[in-house]
Protein backbone atom coordinates (compact mmCIF):
# COMPACT_ATOMS: atom_id res chain seq x y z
CA UNK A 1 0.00 0.00 0.00
CA UNK A 2 1.37 3.67 -1.08
CA UNK A 3 -0.04 6.35 0.95
CA UNK A 4 -0.71 9.39 -1.61
CA UNK A 5 2.41 12.25 -1.80
CA UNK A 6 4.67 9.76 0.20
CA UNK A 7 7.57 10.28 -1.72
CA UNK A 8 7.18 13.83 -1.70
CA UNK A 9 7.20 13.61 2.47
CA UNK A 10 10.08 11.20 2.68
CA UNK A 11 12.20 13.67 -0.27
CA UNK A 12 11.81 16.44 2.00
CA UNK A 13 12.50 14.54 5.13
CA UNK A 14 15.72 13.80 3.72
CA UNK A 15 16.50 17.17 2.95
CA UNK A 16 15.77 17.96 6.43
CA UNK A 17 18.40 15.01 7.59
CA UNK A 18 20.94 16.23 4.92
CA UNK A 19 21.33 20.15 6.07
CA UNK A 20 24.58 19.91 6.93
CA UNK A 21 25.65 16.59 5.67
CA UNK A 22 27.80 18.09 2.92
CA UNK A 23 30.59 20.42 3.53
CA UNK A 24 32.16 23.54 1.38
CA UNK A 25 31.75 22.06 -2.17
CA UNK A 26 32.21 18.60 -1.51
CA UNK A 27 30.13 16.26 -3.99
CA UNK A 28 28.24 13.02 -2.53
CA UNK A 29 30.70 10.84 -3.52
CA UNK A 30 33.51 12.60 -1.30
CA UNK A 31 31.49 12.94 1.11
CA UNK A 32 30.73 9.07 1.12
CA UNK A 33 34.34 8.35 0.53
CA UNK A 34 35.27 10.69 3.82
CA UNK A 35 32.64 8.79 5.79
CA UNK A 36 32.49 5.41 5.37
CA UNK A 37 35.78 4.43 7.31
CA UNK A 38 33.70 5.82 10.33
CA UNK A 39 30.81 4.11 9.45
CA UNK A 40 31.80 0.91 8.83
CA UNK A 41 33.54 1.32 12.26
CA UNK A 42 29.97 1.70 13.51
CA UNK A 43 29.40 5.28 13.65
CA UNK A 44 25.60 5.39 13.02
CA UNK A 45 25.61 9.33 12.07
CA UNK A 46 28.16 8.49 9.10
CA UNK A 47 26.05 6.05 8.32
CA UNK A 48 22.69 7.85 8.51
CA UNK A 49 24.53 10.50 6.40
CA UNK A 50 25.58 8.20 3.81
CA UNK A 51 22.42 6.81 3.76
CA UNK A 52 20.47 10.19 3.25
CA UNK A 53 22.92 10.88 0.60
CA UNK A 54 21.84 8.00 -1.51
CA UNK A 55 18.05 8.25 -0.31
CA UNK A 56 17.91 12.11 -1.62
CA UNK A 57 19.89 11.87 -4.51
CA UNK A 58 21.59 15.13 -3.95
CA UNK A 59 25.28 15.59 -5.55
CA UNK A 60 24.79 11.72 -6.16
CA UNK A 61 22.95 9.37 -7.84
CA UNK A 62 19.49 8.03 -6.35
CA UNK A 63 19.81 4.36 -5.10
CA UNK A 64 17.01 3.56 -2.55
CA UNK A 65 18.48 0.05 -2.16
CA UNK A 66 22.18 1.37 -1.01
CA UNK A 67 20.01 4.24 0.99
CA UNK A 68 17.88 1.30 2.47
CA UNK A 69 21.63 -0.89 3.48
CA UNK A 70 23.45 2.22 5.51
CA UNK A 71 19.89 3.58 6.81
CA UNK A 72 19.06 0.00 8.20
CA UNK A 73 22.80 -0.51 9.78
CA UNK A 74 21.96 2.99 11.30
CA UNK A 75 18.78 1.83 12.83
CA UNK A 76 20.09 -1.34 14.14
CA UNK A 77 22.83 0.66 16.13
CA UNK A 78 19.94 2.76 17.92
CA UNK A 79 19.83 5.67 15.95
CA UNK A 80 16.21 7.16 16.47
CA UNK A 81 15.72 9.02 12.92
CA UNK A 82 16.97 5.95 10.85
CA UNK A 83 14.83 3.80 13.17
CA UNK A 84 12.09 6.26 12.14
CA UNK A 85 13.39 6.86 8.28
CA UNK A 86 13.23 2.57 7.97
CA UNK A 87 9.27 2.75 8.99
CA UNK A 88 9.39 5.52 6.12
CA UNK A 89 10.83 3.43 3.88
CA UNK A 90 8.61 -0.21 4.86
CA UNK A 91 5.70 1.75 4.81
CA UNK A 92 5.86 3.21 1.04
CA UNK A 93 8.32 0.58 -0.23
CA UNK A 94 11.42 2.66 -0.73
CA UNK A 95 14.30 0.30 -1.61
CA UNK A 96 12.75 -2.23 0.45
CA UNK A 97 9.34 -4.22 -0.32
CA UNK A 98 6.56 -2.94 1.52
CA UNK A 99 6.09 -4.13 4.60
CA UNK A 100 3.06 -2.94 7.27
CA UNK A 101 4.38 -4.85 10.16
CA UNK A 102 8.24 -3.81 9.84
CA UNK A 103 7.52 -0.52 9.24
CA UNK A 104 4.99 -0.52 12.42
CA UNK A 105 8.65 -2.42 14.30
CA UNK A 106 10.96 0.16 13.73
CA UNK A 107 8.68 3.35 14.36
CA UNK A 108 7.85 1.77 17.73
CA UNK A 109 11.29 1.00 18.61
CA UNK A 110 11.99 4.81 17.50
CA UNK A 111 9.31 6.25 19.34
CA UNK A 112 10.05 4.28 22.98
CA UNK A 113 13.51 6.17 21.97
CA UNK A 114 11.62 9.78 22.41
CA UNK A 115 11.56 10.45 18.53
CA UNK A 116 7.92 11.88 18.72
CA UNK A 117 7.32 11.73 14.89
CA UNK A 118 7.41 7.76 15.14
CA UNK A 119 4.76 7.81 17.84
CA UNK A 120 2.06 9.67 15.29
CA UNK A 121 3.37 7.42 12.58
CA UNK A 122 2.71 4.49 15.00
CA UNK A 123 -1.15 5.72 15.62
CA UNK A 124 -1.79 5.78 12.00
CA UNK A 125 -0.34 2.64 10.96
CA UNK A 126 -2.60 1.03 14.33
CA UNK A 127 -5.65 2.69 12.00
CA UNK A 128 -4.96 0.68 8.40
CA UNK A 129 -3.13 -2.83 10.01
CA UNK A 130 -5.18 -5.93 10.86
CA UNK A 131 -5.00 -7.42 14.70
CA UNK A 132 -3.14 -10.47 13.22
CA UNK A 133 -0.34 -8.02 11.56
CA UNK A 134 -0.74 -5.90 14.85
CA UNK A 135 0.24 -9.01 16.62
CA UNK A 136 2.78 -10.05 14.46
CA UNK A 137 4.55 -6.64 14.52
CA UNK A 138 4.45 -6.56 18.58
CA UNK A 139 6.37 -9.26 18.99
CA UNK A 140 8.85 -8.97 16.24
CA UNK A 141 9.61 -6.06 18.48
CA UNK A 142 10.04 -7.85 21.63
CA UNK A 143 12.91 -10.09 19.65
CA UNK A 144 14.60 -6.95 18.37
CA UNK A 145 14.29 -5.50 22.42
CA UNK A 146 15.60 -8.80 23.33
CA UNK A 147 18.45 -8.74 20.38
CA UNK A 148 19.30 -5.01 21.94
CA UNK A 149 19.92 -6.38 25.08
CA UNK A 150 21.86 -9.33 24.51
CA UNK A 151 24.07 -7.33 22.07
CA UNK A 152 23.48 -3.40 22.28
CA UNK A 153 22.13 -3.49 18.43
CA UNK A 154 18.38 -3.77 17.27
CA UNK A 155 19.23 -6.17 15.19
CA UNK A 156 16.27 -6.70 12.59
CA UNK A 157 15.86 -9.35 10.40
CA UNK A 158 13.40 -9.24 7.31
CA UNK A 159 10.25 -11.68 7.40
CA UNK A 160 9.99 -14.29 4.16
Known amino acids: MRFPGSRVFFAFVVAVFLTGGLSGCETGEEAVNRLIGSAEKGDVEAMLKI ?3 YCGGMSIEQDDQVCA ?3 KRAAEGGHKKAQ ?3 GEMYKQGLGVRTDLVQSYRWFTLSA ?5 MSGTA ?3 LE ?3 TPSQLTQARRLIEESKA ?3 A ?3 YFVADRK
Do not use: I, N
Open 51 to 53: ATL
Open 84 to 86: YMM
Open 147 to 149: AHK
Open 69 to 71: VWM
Open 127 to 129: AVM
Open 151 to 153: TGR
Open 112 to 116: ELGYQ
Open 122 to 124: VKK
